[in-house]
């Protein structure tokens, strides 16, 4: 076997120097690792990873002080115009940008960094084009064969312009738990691979001021996502979707203009009732299934989870996936950029448009307001919410805000806890009694009673 030291030392300098010089870049006299950019490093910590990185990627190669000062002098002090021979220059920006390998990008003379890089099961070589047990998870999940090949469209058509991105979101929601959201989202994530994706537990960060790790990725994969209705959050997440250019903000850094190529992706487990009328940023698909936890198929729909977990961990299966979804042809009535909602119509998708129309705000605030109640214990709140209007628990708050009524936790009717009750600014509660607005120390026990009758309760009802 030939080795650097057996090739014409000239030869080996070019090849080191090409090495050392592919790792790092440079600005205001400070370096920063290609795959870790948000670290400054010292001349002589560069220095001292690159020795160690050398002799593990090189480990027939006799590194000689000699050949190591010649190396540094190269791609770090001299001055010439040899690009694969010096660290480049990084003008600071950091793009994904799919349609190239290489990490850094040159532009007028400086380098950006690639934030994309090509997942290493792409490089498995083979003839397969098999989906595996996809399709079986697909039928187990989705309500309808339309549905789960919209979804397969949407990941063929991202994969297939991988320098491109959609203007419409996945959005798997099942009010069960166990149902397969997680793991196919895993499955997507693995076929763009985890390094070019961000996985993220709430649209904090991907809403917040520094948002620019996020948006720098290829995949968002976005779970427990819930919004409160006509938030600054939901306007920020369409934008995010649909722009292609975006303003970002890294920390110590100035804001700047970047091309954004994320799909996105979001999961729930609660109504995204706050979606507006008519909504095409986002196709939501209802996976609840017998296989959820707790249902009548739910063994055999883990056994199911379990075997696709285990087979695309191969990248030999991951890489016929990828083979077989790069084929596929797509619905003519798929389209990446404008959602076709009356082909893709769902009855989840329609309920959430009635929702849009009487929404579960002026539904609470019609059944109060026909109760002419002024105070109500949280426990009652939460059923008229949940079984009456169908809403989320978790909207509570959001939606008491919106109605401008107030929480407190107090002790009444002889506890010795403290319960949390709602109440109008029309009125205060002190020490388990109301006053104000024709009451004066009316007994807050007493009143709840009163306004929780057989009688009062039909108003709810038939309000709703």
């Known amino acids: 076997m030939t080795t650097l030291n057996d090739q014409n030392p000239d030869t080996t300098l070019d090849k080191i120097c090409a090495l050392a010089s592919s790792w790092f870049v440079r600005q205001d006299n400070k370096f920063y690792a290609v795959d870790r950019p948000t670290v400054k490093l010292s001349q002589n910590d560069v220095q001292q990873i690159i020795l160690h990185r050398l002799s593990e990627a090189l480990p027939d190669t006799e590194l000689t002080h000699k050949l190591i000062g010649e190396m540094f002098r190269r791609i770090i002090t001299e001055r010439h115009t040899d690009r694969a021979q010096s660290i480049p220059v990084w003008n600071g920006a950091i793009d994904c940008t799919p349609s190239t390998g290489e990490r850094v990008v ?60 959609p203007f419409w979101a996945p959005f798997l929601f099942s009010s069960s738990k166990g149902t397969g959201k997680s793991t196919l989202c895993g499955i997507v994530a693995q076929l763009f691979g985890l390094e070019n994706t961000a996985t993220l537990n709430n649209v904090d960060q991907l809403t917040g001021r520094f948002s620019s790790t996020s948006l720098q990725s290829k995949l968002v994969v976005c779970e427990e996502t819930q919004l409160r209705p ?57 996976v609840d299934h017998e296989g959820r936890a707790g249902g009548a198929r739910a063994k055999e729909f883990s056994e199911l989870v379990g075997h696709c977990r285990e087979f695309f961990s191969h990248p030999h299966n991951l890489a016929s996936l990828y ?142």
């Open 230 to 286: 006509g938030s600054s959050q939901g306007n920020t997440l369409k934008m995010n979707i649909t722009e292609e250019y975006m303003m970002v903000e890294r920390k110590g850094r100035e804001a700047e203009r970047i091309r954004q190529r994320c799909c996105f992706l979001f999961t729930s487990n609660h109504l995204p009732t706050w979606m507006e009328k008519g909504e095409r940023r986002y196709q939501v698909f209802d």
């Open 323 to 464: 083979a077989a979804l790069m084929e596929r042809e797509l619905s003519d009535h798929f389209n990446a950029k404008a959602l076709d909602l009356s082909h893709y119509q769902t009855s989840t998708m329609m309920r959430l448009s009635e929702l849009s129309d009487h929404t579960v705000v002026d539904q609470l605030r019609e059944a109060l307001g026909k109760l002419k109640i002024v105070v109500i214990a949280q426990d009652r709140l939460i059923e008229i919410i949940r079984d009456k209007l169908g809403g989320s628990t978790n909207q509570t708050k959001y939606l008491m805000d919106d109605l401008g009524w107030k929480m407190r936790k107090l002790k009444w009717g002889g506890v010795d806890y403290a319960r949390a009750v709602w109440h109008t600014d029309d009125v205060q509660l002190d020490a388990g009694k109301i006053y104000g607005s024709g009451f004066d120390g009316k007994s807050i026990g007493d009143y709840l009673d009163e306004t929780s009758s057989p009688e009062e309760q039909e108003l709810v009802n038939g309000q709703v």
């Open 106 to 165: 040159w532009q007028n003379g400086s380098v950006s960094l690639n934030a994309w890089s090509s997942p290493e099961y792409r490089s498995q070589r083979g003839n397969s084009r098999e989906y595996g047990p996809l399709r079986e998870l697909l039928s187990a999940m989705f309500a309808t064969d339309i549905e789960a090949d919209l979804f397969l469209d949407w990941v063929a058509w991202s994969l297939q312009n991988e320098s491109d991105k």
